[in-house]
């Protein structure tokens, strides 16, 4: 393997302690998911006995920066793949923030989970109907 | 002392501290049909289990688990999605006019309900019989129906183990129930969402279940169950790969497996799954398959269950450096069916990193395509087996350096420098120390008959950091993994001589 991609990942890990984030653009209330994660004590705390295992001289082991609310809200309102496609991170007011969190915790009675409007970007992934089961291979 | 003088020699054992199979159960997450929810349960006796948690899709996967490593944790979840049963379906012979109806909830597994009329009559005269396994295109021959049965009089009828009530109703008649009617119908079992895991795992480490893991490692991880969706897989996907970092950070570097949404359309797997998750403490499985349970009851023989089950099942089986899809370890055990072939019908590519099913030309039965974690793209972590031997090799450099905390080490003068780096004949025999656990560890033979399960491995320390200054011991751990024979070229012909 050439691309060290994950190393990299690992090697850029902010302290856990303090998230590294756009600053907030000024006047409408709106900040990235990042930023509002501490308000909501969504960072996942340093531990004493945590350490690093080096592996090719990089942390090899990239233990997640936040707690799984904020990465499940991540991934139901398509937020890193609006940074892909935007360019930019997805930012929303603090109530959506929070509404975003409770989204990412709750099932509707089939056991989907139902994005908060507000919070969720449009390049959040689209899905269609399951149909039947397929048949199986004998 | 001694007299005369003599060479005296104690022989010890232990200083190693190598791992016993009992101090690494496999760890399964899931709902269960009793025990109480955020517990941890050590399973080691079957019934004994069996009793504890009752039954469900994570209970036959740690009851596989037991059988193949002699025990299994289980974390009991709440399981806040409800199951669901469809309405029973009549498919009428002729004029009959029974209904049938099912009780709200409490299936302890996924069913598909098949209920054949066996006698003809009304309730206390007409006799059924039932398949709760595989699904209702299968046909008969090849599912488990129960004994014969007589309609109950009063019509309701308590299905054994299922977890809910079936209702006769007669109807007007005059024939009421018709040898030859059929009614179907499916069920799914209840299903823990990412709240019911965050509580589970929010109490894994206190407590009595704390107690429970004390000198024992979590290595494999399974989370059981099917989501409904892709979607909903891919959000509970999100908060399981936070899950294993909490576990990394409480010294249990392990690696995980889930259903990466089975139940749900490829096409919604690539777009909702596949697309926005990646890490590489997960590995996620695409299939469904038939297979023979671990804990079977009247009518439920060969539930179709996610390939979870199999991949699992052969992840605790395997050694640290094999691929879980590697012919020669045969096909899977007890695996009947699957409801896709990737090799006759690929739905994924290589980068989708997706466990799935596949059959081999090299004989019967049904293997695991290949042995992927859904690792970032790039990322080192391809394997399951990579995953896994560095997991090893990770504890062992944690255990071994955990032995120097607080010891006092010696540093040299570097001239014109401040800083004082520790010693090389230290360093030395630190790095001896650990490198030695490590050959014990990796040490083979393997399954392919290698001596070892890496290529090479060493571990080094850093002999330029300020260890007087920081007080931090910097060390390298490298392992180079034995790559797996993906592929083969080769070619043919024919030819007037041969030169061997």
């Known amino acids: 393997m050439t691309d060290k991609k994950n190393d990299r990942e690992d090697a850029t890990r902010p302290s856990v302690a303090t998230p590294a984030a756009p600053a907030a653009k000024q006047g409408d209330g709106k900040r990235t998911p990042e930023e509002w994660a501490p308000t909501f004590g969504q960072v996942r705390p340093k531990t004493f006995e945590e350490t690093i295992t080096m592996v090719n001289g990089k942390p090899f082991d990239f233990v997640g920066q936040f707690l799984w609310q904020h990465e499940a809200a991540v991934v139901l309102h398509g937020w890193k793949l609006h940074a892909h496609h935007a360019g930019e991170p997805f930012r929303l007011s603090k109530a959506d923030y929070e509404a975003a969190l409770k989204a990412a915790s709750e099932t509707n009675e089939k056991g989907e989970y139902t994005p908060h409007p507000a919070a969720l970007s449009p390049h959040a992934p689209k899905t269609e109907p399951k149909p039947e089961l397929p048949e199986e291979e004998e | ?500």
């Open chain 2, 1 to 500: 002392m001694p007299y005369p003088g003599t060479v005296t020699i104690t022989v010890q054992d232990g200083g190693l501290q190598l791992v016993s199979g009992g101090t690494n159960f496999p760890f399964v997450i899931g709902g269960s049909s009793a025990g109480t929810a955020a517990q941890l349960y050590l399973g080691t006796d079957p019934q004994a289990f069996k009793a504890a948690v009752g039954r469900g899709p994570g209970v036959d996967i740690a009851l596989d688990c037991i059988s193949a490593a002699g025990g299994c944790f289980f974390l009991k979840t709440a399981t806040s999605v409800a199951g669901v049963n469809s309405v029973l379906t009549a498919t009428r012979i002729g004029t009959s006019t029974g209904t049938m109806t099912v009780s709200v909830g409490g299936a302890t597994h996924d069913f598909a309900i098949k209920i054949r009329i066996k006698k003809t009559g009304t309730v206390g005269v007409g006799k059924f019989d039932y398949s709760l396994d595989r699904t209702n295109t299968t046909a008969d021959a090849e599912r488990t129906f129960s004994e014969e049965i007589t309609i109950p009089s009063g019509g309701t009828f308590v299905v054994p183990d299922a977890g809910f009530t079936w209702t006769f109703t007669p109807g007007g008649g005059p024939t009421f129930f018709e040898v030859g009617d059929v009614f179907t119908g499916t069920s799914t079992t209840a299903h823990y969402n990412t709240t019911d895991l965050g509580t589970a795992m929010a109490g894994l480490f206190i407590g009595a279940n704390g107690a429970l893991l004390t000198n024992r490692k979590i290595r494999k991880v399974c989370w059981a169950g099917n989501p409904a969706t892709a979607a909903a897989a891919a959000t509970l996907a999100a908060a399981i790969a936070t899950h294993m970092g909490t576990l990394a950070t409480n010294k249990h570097f392990a690696r995980s497996m889930m259903d990466g949404g089975s139940i749900d359309t490829s096409s919604n797997y690539l777009s909702a799954f596949s697309a926005v998750f990646a890490n590489s403490r997960v590995a996620d499985t695409y299939s469904l398959e038939d297979a023979i349970s671990p804990n079977p009851f009247a009518g439920f023989g060969i539930p179709r269950v996610s390939g979870l089950f199999s991949d699992f099942g052969r992840a605790v089986r395997a050694q640290i450096s094999e691929n879980l899809g590697r012919v020669a370890s045969g096909p899977l055990d007890g695996c009947v069916a699957i409801a896709n072939d990737e090799s006759k019908n690929t739905l994924f590519t290589e980068a989708d990193k997706t466990l799935t099913f596949r059959t081999d030309p090299s004989g019967p039965g049904f293997f695991i395509t290949n042995g992927y974690l859904k690792s970032s793209a790039g990322s080192d972590f391809l394997y399951w087996d990579y995953g896994v031997l560095l997991d090893e090799g990770t504890t062992v450099v944690d255990r071994e350096l955990a032995r120097y905390r607080l010891s006092k080490v010696r540093t040299i003068k570097i001239p014109s420098q401040t800083a004082r780096p520790i010693d090389p004949r230290n360093a030395a025999q630190i790095e001896m120390a650990i490198n030695s656990a490590l050959a014990e560890v990796m040490r083979g033979p393997t399954v392919d008959n290698h001596p070892s399960h890496v290529e090479e491995q060493v571990f080094t320390i850093d002999q330029t950091n300020d260890v007087f200054g920081t007080r931090i011991v910097r060390g390298t751990y490298r392992a180079v993994p034995l790559p797996p024979a993906e592929n083969f070229e080769v070619t043919v012909g024919l030819a007037r001589s041969v030169t061997v």
